[in-house]
């Protein structure tokens, strides 16, 4: 058997970093077992279309590093692959299951399912009532025959056995069981015609021949449904894997309202790729336990559904910074650069030139937990300060500092060695000739140089700024900052 998975998302705008969860999990499992990765837009649901949200969607998966091997940007045998182009399909089979006795036309107004459903509110559950309600069930033949001929609307429900156990496998929970009669009669095909996602939902992955369907824990009160959708059709249940629910830190869903919910978001934030898919990969499975950090590859390679964890993953925002800064460390100084120099050249920033560049990065990334900090930590490397943090240089400020610094300053002017090493030794043997501890001139130094009192070791920075930007620096300092 060929392993064949979906993602099947509704274009309601963005990619969500749970749908990214989702579709990541459909890719390393196809991958880890040499199957195909299908892409199906779901877009049954008119009313939340949003005008370019496949696009999007494609795009944030591209980016992501997620392939598929058919899709509607890509075609395929079993296409179309958006839903929206497959209407007349769901009418077929839906008629279907009206012949086989398994679905039913229901005539009732929307103020008598109001009314009905009114009726029920004190249970706090709805479900249809098929057997007070107006439908094929409760019609003869020839009433029914005579209100679709008159034009009333209808809709196609779902006759589900009220007694029967429906049972299914998920790969993750095990065996679940629900009790027919917990399940409402859904509708399948709405009275414009339209199907309803489980409808579709169900037709595409037989027609697709999907195997495996693994998807967001929310459709797991669908699946029963699904289930009974199948048998009703004869057709073989794909094996089904309902993934954790992410939750914010406090343990409520993931929300907008606690924080960024779209990938693109992460991506505008400075999170690199393959940071960000090892974080998401990790939310609700870790292949070993003992380790954080995985290559895609390792991803494809460990990846067992089995090992899939019930409980909801918290999204952890330190933890993604914590799991980007480790990449930032691995990367190469060209790959930081390529990185970074198209963003700060869109924000106009002067970066001197690409060398510089990375000699700047490779001083400061293990003081930076993400590329888009640098140019704030290290502007002072790229331009002269204008603003100096007086009252740390206070603090460290000495009534020698004042007849010391301009003996420094031209001691500094004699210095032919302008590499860190030999710079230190000069200022420790200057330091110690004037008797003066040499914090009280690195301190009050690195402020007249970076405008900072932080910042990375003080005279690998001064010999990257270079010797005349050093001096220009303090003399300016010197002629114009005034310490009262
Ligand atoms: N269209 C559904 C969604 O938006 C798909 C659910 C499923 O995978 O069955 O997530």
């Not at 790969?171 to 009790?179: D, F, L, Q, S």
């Not at 020698?400 to 032919?416: A, N």
């Amino acid at each position: 058997m060929i392993v064949r998975v979906r993602f099947a998302p509704s274009p309601t705008g963005y990619l969500h970093v749970g749908g990214l969860r989702t579709a990541l999990y459909n890719y390393l499992f196809a991958r880890h077992h040499g199957g195909k990765m299908i892409l199906r837009i779901e877009d049954t649901d008119r009313t939340r279309l949003v005008e370019g949200a496949q696009e999007n969607l494609i795009k944030s998966l591209e980016w992501a590093g997620i392939n598929f091997d058919e899709g509607p940007h890509i075609g395929g045998d079993f296409g179309p692959y958006i839903q929206s182009e497959r209407f007349d399909l769901y009418k077929k089979y839906g008629m279907e299951l009206i012949e086989s006795g398994h679905a039913y036309y229901a005539f009732d107004t929307p103020e008598e399912i109001d009314a009905m459903r009114e009726k029920q509110k004190s249970t706090g559950d709805f479900k249809y009532q098929r057997d007070l309600m107006k439908n094929s069930l409760n019609l003869t033949t020839e009433e029914t025959k005579k209100q679709i001929e008159e034009g009333h609307p209808y809709v196609i429900r779902m006759k589900v056995p009220h007694e029967q156990e429906i049972v299914f496998q998920d790969i993750i929970r095990g065996e679940v069981k629900v009790i027919g009669k917990e399940v409402d009669d859904q509708v399948l095909l709405k009275s414009d015609g339209f199907p309803t996602y489980h409808l579709a939902n169900v037709v595409d992955d037989h027609l697709m021949q999907i195997t495996h369907v693994i998807r967001g824990e929310e459709w797991l009160p669908s699946t029963p449904k699904h289930t009974l959708l199948y048998r009703a059709f004869g057709w073989d249940v794909p094996e089904f894997a309902h993934l954790p629910l992410l939750l914010n830190k406090d343990k409520s869903k993931l929300s907008k309202r606690q924080g960024d919910v779209a990938v693109e978001d992460y991506v505008a934030k400075g999170f690199f790729k393959d940071a960000f898919i090892n974080f998401i990969a990790l939310l609700g499975w870790n292949p070993t336990g003992d380790r954080e950090i995985y290559s895609f590859d390792e991803l494809i390679e460990f990846f067992n559904l089995e090992k899939v964890n019930k409980a909801g993953a918290v999204f952890d925002l330190e933890k993604l910074t914590w799991v980007n800064a480790q990449y930032l460390r691995t990367k190469s100084m060209d790959e930081l650069a390529d990185y970074i120099i198209p963003y700060l050249e869109s924000q106009n920033q002067n970066y001197i030139n690409r060398d510089f560049l990375k000699q700047v990065i490779d001083l400061f990334k293990e003081r930076i937990e993400n590329m888009l900090d640098l140019y704030e930590t290290t502007n002072y490397m790229f331009a002269k300060p204008t603003e100096f943090d007086l009252e740390a240089l206070k603090k460290n400020w000495k009534e020698e500092t004042t007849e010391i610094m301009p003996k420094y300053l031209e001691f500094l002017k004699t210095q032919s060695d302008w590499t860190h090493s030999p710079l230190y030794e000069a200022t420790k043997i200057f330091c110690e000739e004037q008797n003066f501890k040499i914090k009280f001139i690195v301190n009050p130094l690195r402020i007249m140089i970076t405008g900072s009192s932080k910042g990375a070791g003080m005279f690998e920075t001064m010999e990257l700024l270079g010797k005349k930007e050093c001096i220009d620096r303090i003399e300016y300092f010197w002629a114009n900052i005034s310490l009262k």
